[in-house]
Every structure is written in C-alpha cells, then in structure tokens.
C-alpha cells in the first residue's frame, strides 16, 4: 500500500461510535442550514425491506433525535408495493419518472441517485440500499457524523463485514464484485484509494456542494465513479468512511454480478488516460439449452453518465429559488 494510502487509512477511518448522537445533534445545530440531512432510499421492487428501514429511520433519526430532516424513497419504478409501504413507514415517495420529465428516465440505480439531487433538499445527502435486512440507523448517523463535525470531510464511505449467507462459511464472503474487480482496479490504477475497505457499497454521504459537481454513471458504476471523480476534484483527505458494523442484504447470483462487474469495469475504464468510448460496449454469457449445448445472452454494458447537475438548468433554478 502507498504510505499515503495508510496514513489517510489511519486518519481518515473510525467508528460510528466515535460520534455519539448527543454530539451529532449539537453540531447539526450549530452548521445551521449547512447541517440539514436529506436520507435517500433507492428502491426497486423492494416492499419486504424498505418500509422496516425507513420506519427506523424515521422513529430514531427524525423523532426521537432530530438528525434527519428528509427521509426520501426514489422509486426506480417498482411494480411491488415498495411505494404503499414505504409511504406507510413514514418516508416521502418520489417516482424516478416525476424528476426531471422533460428527460426521460435510464434504467440503472446510478439514474436514480442523480434525480435524486433534483428531489432531495438537504445539504447533506445520504444514500441506503433499500434491501438491507437487520437494518441498525447506525448505518446513517455513522456517516453524517464526519460530515456534521469536520469541514473538511466531503464524502464518507461506510464500511462493514458483508457476510454471505447465514452460516459461518459465510462470514466475509460477500462483496464478490469488490474483491474481484472494483479493489484490482483501485489498486492498479487508483492507489491511493486503496484503503477504501467498501468502495463499491450503497451507504455512503456527501455535501450536495461535491455531488452536484460529479457526472453520475446510470447504472451498477455509480459508486466507483463518485470515489475516483471525487479524489481528482477534492483530493484524497475529503474522503473518509465509518465502520458501522455488519450489513445484511439479498445477494446476486453469478451472472447478474458478471453483468455489475461489466458496468464498473466500463465506468473505470472511462477514467483512464484514453478510455474513451469502446466499439461494442456489451457482455456475452452463456445459458444451457434444453436440447443441449449453451446458447449465448447478450446484455447491453450502458456507458450513460448523467453530466453535473450544475450543468442542468432546472436544478441551478430550483438551487436559487432556495
């Protein structure tokens, strides 16, 4: 590992219980406007978890302690009840389709996070997977926390054991997708990011002031793009990341992680010196025929990103109007 990477591991990384939520809450109130925490739930066909998270969300991190001034379900058009029950749980529900109309809306969680800027309010924005089970609100306050008490801070990845399954052979053996191509990649090409234990995770929170300035891949790249766009613009010491525990969530089978692997690979070849866009951007793999033999499924790799919001004029117009 680059010395610079270890120290920034030793400086830049804690505990969510390093911050507790009486000294959370005195700092949000002191940052005054700059302080206000919008959460967001991406959500698709998520019914069995969503309402469950939001409703602790909104029991622990909006009544009883105030941290939280939004709490915000971005439906990426569900056909389940995630909406009714989300509703129920006490969260605002915001269809992707109503953003931004004029633009009609790409399939892929990183087209949802970025309407959600356009949605949200706070100045501080936070981002759950809506499939987590055994949700602890950890999983928020931990990563608000740096933002809230150090100026400095512009994005905080939390971090986790990520068990695979319920069993003891399981016990870290999820985030197959991180340890086969996301930490290679940073590693290789990005090293001084490679003290990034979950670089590809779901929870994680940043100063509208950074995410409105960062293009946002539309699909599975989103997270690594928001690493490595925002080490080239704020620099390694705006990132941080909270230990926050164990994070429990539906896992993928193989070909839907291979289909994940593709979108991150794209979205960091994008990156580097010369990646422009690929002749065929496209994945082949091979299902089993009834009659025998394999027949080959070809997806489509989308290499879509969303430009800053700065650069779309109903977002500038909503910002000045606030």
């Not at 009840?81 to 809306?105: N, Q, S």
């Not at 794209?266 to 091979?286: N, W």
């Amino acid at each position: 590992m680059l010395e610079e990477a270890e120290s920034w591991l030793c400086r830049r990384s804690w505990s969510a219980d390093d911050r507790p939520l009486p000294r959370l809450l005195a700092a949000k109130r002191r940052a005054g406007a700059a302080g206000t925490v919008s959460v967001v739930l991406p959500a698709l066909n998520e019914e069995a978890t969503v309402g469950t998270i939001a409703e602790a969300i909104r029991t622990e991190l909006v009544e009883r302690v105030p941290l939280v001034d939004e709490l915000l379900v971005m439906d990426s058009g569900s056909t389940d009840r995630t909406a009714a029950v989300a509703a129920a749980a006490g969260a605002k529900v915001v269809h992707r389709d109503e953003v931004l109309p004029r633009l009609p809306a790409l399939p892929g969680k990183g087209e949802v996070l970025w309407r959600s800027l356009f949605a949200a309010t706070g100045e501080i924005v936070c981002f759950v997977d809506a499939d987590l089970r055994e949700f602890d609100t950890r999983f928020v306050s931990g990563i608000i926390g740096p933002l809230l008490t150090d100026p400095g801070v512009q994005l905080v990845k939390a971090m986790y054991d990520r068990p695979l399954g319920g069993g003891p052979e399981g016990a870290g053996q999820g985030g197959r997708v991180t340890e086969l191509v996301a930490r290679p990649l940073l590693n290789l090409h990005w090293p001084r990011l490679a003290g990034v234990v979950q670089p590809l995770g779901g929870e994680y929170a940043a100063r509208r002031s950074l995410l409105e300035q960062l293009p946002f891949p539309v699909g599975y790249g989103v997270e690594l793009g928001t690493l490595v766009d925002t080490l080239h613009l704020a620099g390694l010491d705006a990132i941080a990341q909270v230990d926050v525990g164990v994070r429990r969530h539906r896992h993928q089978d193989g070909q839907a992680l291979g289909r994940m692997a593709a979108a991150i690979y794209r979205t960091a070849q994008a990156r580097l010196p010369g990646g422009g866009a690929p002749l065929r951007a496209g994945l082949t793999q091979f299902d089993r025929a009834p009659q025998g033999g394999f027949t080959p499924v070809h997806h489509r790799v989308d290499t879509t990103e969303r430009p800053p919001a700065v650069e779309i004029a109903e977002y500038m117009a909503t910002r000045r109007a606030a």
